[in-house]
């Protein structure tokens, strides 16, 4: 067997089914399930104080992210895709996926760099 390590972004409320606590869990389709509460747990946390690791794993994913650090208001990161920067600019070329921030001044910088701080913070959120 392999071992296996899982990375999805899910809504979720506590729900008890036949007298067992646990969560109803609903999926980006809509899918509906329901897990044990020790089960669930042990995979989920909610999306806030969330570690560099989860906010890159959640910009994957076509999230947008930002520190409840940051003074700066509004401001967030998300991932330009690089077929998305080729079409809008008219470059040739293949462009790679970038990390960009937007500012608290309403501007967009592309390529963001994260600072040993944003690496090691743990107050990562997910921004709707």
Request: glycine share 8%; aromatic share 10%.
């Amino acid at each position: 067997m392999r071992a296996y390590i899982g990375t999805k972004i899910i809504m979720a409320e506590p729900q008890k089914k036949e007298g067992k606590e646990g969560y109803k869990v609903v999926y980006k389709d809509g899918y509906t399930s329901w897990s044990p509460k020790d089960v669930f747990e042990e995979a989920y946390h909610v999306t806030n104080n969330m570690t560099f690791g989860e906010a890159l794993e959640a910009l994957k994913k076509d999230r947008r992210v930002s520190r409840e650090g940051w003074n700066g208001k509004g401001m967030y990161l998300f991932l330009a895709h690089g077929e998305d920067i080729q079409s809008c600019t008219g470059i040739n070329e293949k462009c790679v996926d970038v990390i960009c921030m937007k500012t608290a001044q309403d501007t967009v910088v592309f390529g963001w760099l994260a600072s040993q701080t944003d690496m090691l913070a743990e107050d990562w959120v997910i921004v709707e």
